[in-house]
Structure formats: C-alpha cells, structure tokens
C-alpha cells in the first residue's frame, strides 16, 4: 500500500509540474557583471509535427546596445519535444554570440534512432536538448547529491551530462525572495556552453519548481537570467 501511495504521489506531482507552465511565456531580465544586459524568455507550448502531438519550446536571449558593444547575443532558438519525455524531435538554432554566427537545423529519426542535420548524422537512442532540461528537471523530486543523465544534442554535437543537484539558496528576484535548489552539470566531454563556459539552474524549492534563476558562464563573465514575469 506504501509503495502504490508513492507512485500515486510522484504521478500526480510530475502532472502539476507538466502542466504548469504550458503555454505560459517565463521572461528574463539579464545580468552582466551585476548591470542589466538585456532580456531573455522561454515558452513551452502545445504544437503538432510530422501529424503528431508534440511540444514547441520557443527561447530568445537578446543583449542590449551596452553589452552589443562587448558582446553582443542575439539567439533564438525553436525546439520541437516528445509530449511525454520532453526528448528532442526537431531543433532550430538561429545563434549570434560575438563573432560565432550559425543556423543549424537538426531532426531526430525515431525508426532510424539518428539525429540527422545538413552535414552530418549521428546516430543515438534519445537525445535532449540544453533548454529542455530545464523542463525535465522540473519533473523531478530534486534532492542534494541526486544526479540525472542526458545526452544533450547542440549544433550538430552529442555529449553526455551529468546533471547534479548541489545545494539550496535563497535568491532574490523582482518577484521577491525564494529559496531555491541549485542544479549544475557535470559532462564526460567539453562543458555544455560554448566558450568554455558551464550552466547553473535555480528552481524554486516548492511544487512550482520555477526556474528563477539561470546562470551562463562565458570568456568574459557570467550572463545572469533572472525570472520577473510569467505571463
């Protein structure tokens, strides 16, 4: 009876998480260096593909005229998901980081298990992409030292992550203080982002799991997403 009791509880918590934030538009203000840098979001939302349900995770992150000086990003990136496991089926890249400019398209074949681009395919059983963990994770019951693997698909490279729950934070944000729980990846290959950089994710420590807080690591600092509206 215990064990159908837990199962009953972690279907009905992974339901409420699922649904929670469907078709609502998470908007970030960015961070560099503790100056505002610009504005990011992302939006999950019901789509069909190949006269299948999926799910359409849209994500812009755009610098402002004082960090285009620098650096300037302008990324926006279109990403088509299995409904159940959040698992890459089609991938849109549109990327301006500095002087790195690539569009790159990639589709995930289920009978032939490849993921197939322009130039090349690689062959793989289920493939993630870097933004659509922060919608798995969600998924889960994060505890201190637990750890989930991915293989993660970006611009045409597979890698294998390690995706770790290290610690609990209290953040402040526009939308007040919350505590959080702080996951960061640890690959077996290069780090995730480019420019030798690495991601952390603050998800607020309840049963929305928000993802408050998003930190990128690049060659000249750390980009800071902080969440101020979910509409």
Sequence with gaps: MKIYITIITIIFFNIILSENLLDRTLSYSVEFRGIDAGQAFIKLENDTLFNKNVLRLNSSLKTNRLLDF??????????????????????????????????????????????????????????????????????????IDDIYNYDIYNIGKLKTLNMRVIKTEIIKTALGLFNTIVVSPISNDKTLIRNNGDMRIWFTNDHNRYPIKIELKINYGNLVLLLDSIK
């Design 70 to 143: 620098f650096y300037k990003i302008r990324d926006e990136i279109t990403i088509y998901l299995d409904s159940q496991d959040l698992s890459l089926i089609k991938v849109i890249n549109k990327i301006h980081e500095g002087k790195y400019k690539k569009n790159h398209i990639a589709t995930f074949d289920d009978d032939l298990k490849k993921i197939t681009s322009k130039k090349k395919s690689i062959n793989t059983d289920i493939a993630y992409s870097p933004l659509s963990i922060i919608y798995s994770l969600r998924n889960k019951i994060l505890n």
